[in-house]
């Protein structure tokens, strides 16, 4: 248990649509990052949060954005879904350069 | 562009053999170095992870794994593996300051035989 916390576990969308994704930290974490995890890929980097700040980004088109909260929670928003979207969507917590606890992730299928 | 290769894809032992799953990795600077492991529908796990002195590092469940800066190498041991042990298992690397852009490998896949 990290207790790092993501919500839906699973969700289903079509082509096109658009998906919210949270993320709740673990308490006293201040940096949030977003992974994408296709199937039998490792994970890759999306984008980091710190203090509600972007703080470095992978190489992910501008259509996947991100929020951070006062509370360090977070979400991703990915609009106009695309097929090659379905894949499982890391949180994971920090501080800043510390070690990173990961969520059990979203499991998003796009048809 | 930093980048982080595991040599197999998928590694089948039985009970009590030994373990060695390997790593190379792809960049010129100072890297933070780190092994994690992925039991089946579980959370990715830290199992150990290198900053910086000893290279020879050891972590939880019996894992350790040895830096060796000259092959830009990060391989993963463990001397005898045990049937709980099968999960993926994902090497991944951070350039020193870039703490949570993790650089991850496809991963291996170890199933071990009871």
């Known amino acids: 248990e990290t207790g790092v916390t993501q919500s839906p576990t699973h969700l289903i969308k079509t082509r096109g649509q658009q998906v919210t994704l949270r993320c709740s930290s673990q308490?006293?974490?201040?940096?949030v990052s977003w992974y994408q995890q296709a199937l039998g890929q490792g994970p890759q980097f999306i984008f980091q949060?710190?203090?509600?700040?972007?703080?470095g980004r992978g190489n992910f088109p501008p259509r996947f954005s991100g929020l951070q909260f006062p509370n360090y929670s977070s979400e991703l928003n990915v609009n106009a879904l695309e097929l090659d979207d379905s894949a499982l969507y890391l949180c994971?917590?920090?501080?800043?350069?510390?070690?990173?606890?990961f969520g059990e992730g979203s499991r998003l299928t796009v048809l | 562009a930093q980048s982080v290769s595991q040599h197999n894809h998928h590694v089948i032992l039985s009970e009590a053999a030994s373990l060695e799953l390997g790593c190379n990795y792809s960049?010129?600077?100072?890297?933070?170095l780190f092994w994690y492991v992925q039991y089946p529908g579980q959370h990715l796990q830290l199992l150990l992870k290198?900053?910086?002195?000893?290279?020879l590092v050891k972590g939880i469940k019996g894992f350790e794994a040895e830096f060796i800066k000259s092959k830009f190498s990060f391989n993963l041991r463990k001397p005898s593996v045990q049937w709980s042990d099968t999960a993926e298992y994902f090497c991944?690397?951070?350039?020193?300051?870039?703490?949570?852009?993790?650089?991850f490998g496809q991963g291996t896949e170890l199933s071990v035989k009871p």
């Open positions: 994971a917590s920090s501080l800043v350069t510390g070690e990173l606890f």
């Open positions: 308490s006293g974490h201040n940096t």
């Open positions: 949060y710190y203090r509600e700040e972007e703080n």
């Open positions: 960049y010129g600077g100072t890297v933070n």
């Open positions: 290198y900053f910086s002195g000893d290279p």
């Open positions: 991944a690397v951070t350039a020193i300051l870039q703490g949570g852009k993790l650089i």
